[in-house]
Each structure stands twice: as structure tokens, then as C-alpha cells.
């Protein structure tokens, strides 16, 4: 994880480090309120740079599903400054509103020509392992 943050050409902040460490703890995606019971103190514009600065740099992706605050989850080493790549789908439990990234084997093709599709969001929901029972 640490190395992380130097791979991605991010300055190294004892801060920065915690946001990190916290976001892998998790296994869900997260919203800010998660992040911030987590940090014993923080600013709330150091944080907010944070999250900006991990979302550019590739180390995060942000989850904007309907009806639901921003939630964050960490990428996978493909995406970049420039661009995310994911091949994955968000789950969300409709029982614990957890939202977890979910690989996928094959991802859809979208038949558009000559269209530029720049983000894809695809969202299934139901109940998680957990709550499954
Ligand atoms: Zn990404
Ligand atoms: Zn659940
Ligand atoms: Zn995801």
C-alpha cells in the first residue's frame, strides 16, 4: 500500500498514508462519514483534498449510485492520471446498503457507433453474502 502512493507520483503525507490504510481495511466501498469516524482527527479540507487528489491520480474511483451519498473504492492498478479502466460492476446490498466492486469476466459491449461513451455505470442490487441468510 505504501508504495502505492509513490507509484502514483503522490507525496507521501502521514495523512494521506491513514486515508489509504483505511480505505484498505474495507472491502465495500465507503462514503466520507465512514472515513471520517475512522480518523481520530482530520481537517475536513485536507480530507477533502485527499479524496480529490487519490480520485485524479487513479488510486480511487468515486461510486455515485441513485439514492445514495458518494461512495469510494480503491482501483485496480490499471487506471491512471488520465483515465479509469474498469471492468467491474457495483453491487449494493439493499439490506446493509453496503456497495461493493464486482469483477466481471466479460464486460458488456455497448453497440453505439461513433459514439464516445466515457463512463459506463452498471449497478446490481440484492443482499450481499452477509445478509443472505
Ligand atoms: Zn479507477
Ligand atoms: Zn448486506
Ligand atoms: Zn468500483
Known amino acids: 500500500m505504501e508504495n502505492l502512493l509513490k507509484r502514483k507520483k503522490i507525496s507521501e503525507t502521514p495523512f494521506r498514508k491513514e486515508v489509504l490504510a483505511i480505505f484498505s481495511k474495507y472491502n465495500n466501498a465507503i462514503p466520507l462519514s465512514v472515513i471520517e469516524d475512522e480518523l481520530p482527527e482530520y481537517n475536513r479540507i485536507t480530507l477533502y483534498r ?3 487528489i487519490f480520485k485524479e491520480k487513479g488510486i ?3 461510486i455515485a449510485l441513485s439514492g445514495n451519498e458518494s ?3 480503491l482501483c485496480q492498478d490499471n487506471c491512471d492520471t ?3 479502466h474498469h471492468q467491474h460492476i457495483h ?3 439493499k439490506n446493509c446498503n453496503k456497495i461493493f466492486c464486482v469483477e466481471m469476466d466479460k464486460f458488456p459491449t455497448i453497440k453505439l457507433p461513433h459514439y464516445k461513451i466515457e463512463q459506463l455505470e452498471i449497478q446490481a442490487t440484492g443482499l450481499c453474502e452477509n445478509c443472505n441468510i
Open 50 to 52: 485527499t479524496i480529490k
Open 60 to 62: 480511487i474511483h468515486e
Open 82 to 84: 488520465e483515465t479509469h
Open 71 to 73: 461512495n469510494y473504492a
Open 91 to 93: 453491487f449494493k446490498c
